[in-house]
């Protein structure tokens, strides 16, 4: 009679990656969180911090910090040939979602323009401004982060890592796990 069930069972081990890990996976999730984010800090600096260039100060590295960190972290996936679409789409996505938390700051009348209230009228100069400021940020941090990766690659500072990076035909979209963002 034929054994319909194995005498012997293998055990699979799943290894379920971290949340803050499963995050930067998405580009979307990564880039609305930081739009969110950062228009949220923006509306409570301008609406609390009045007068204090220290607090703008602050806010404004703060607000660097995030944007830049949270692109780092969803880019360290990927292969660097695939930067040159990623970190603009990242910025886009960001806008997007920075712009969709302007709105409804803006319908609750929550949205400060400098000393007044922002208007619907307003929106639109204040998205092509953001969107302006964040493909500048993110594409020149990009470019930046890409040439050290190379030079540090290429100089043989980093002795496990090769030297000629996996290219996006062999990893065929999927994320690359280099360690970097563990």
């Known amino acids: 009679m034929a054994t319909f069930f194995p005498q012997h069972s293998v055990e699979w081990k799943l290894e379920e990656p971290k949340a803050f890990r499963r995050l930067s996976l998405s580009l979307f999730e990564m880039a609305l969180l930081t739009g969110i984010v950062l228009r949220l800090l923006r509306a409570l600096t301008f609406t609390h911090g009045r007068a204090s260039w220290l ?3 602050a806010a404004f590295v703060v607000g660097l910090l995030i944007l830049l960190g949270m692109t780092t972290a969803y880019l ?3 292969t660097l040939r695939s930067w040159v ?6 910025a886009l996505v960001e806008t997007a979602g920075e712009m969709g938390t302007s709105l409804l700051l803006i319908a609750m ?3 400060p323009m400098g000393a007044v209230r922002a208007e619907f009228h307003d929106w639109p100069s204040m998205a092509l401004w953001v969107l302006l400021q964040n493909q500048l940020a993110v594409g020149v941090w990009a470019a930046l982060l890409a040439g050290v990766i190379t030079f540090v690659r290429r100089s043989g500072m980093a002795s496990e890592v090769e ?5 996006d035909s062999e990893v065929e979209g999927e994320p690359v ?4 963002a563990s």
């Open 55 to 57: 607090f703008y100060g």
């Open 76 to 78: 360290a996936n990927w």
């Open 85 to 90: 679409w990623r970190a603009p789409l990242f």
């Open 109 to 111: 009348r929550r949205e």
């Open 163 to 167: 030297a000629e990076p996996v290219t």
């Open 177 to 180: 796990d280099n360690g970097a």
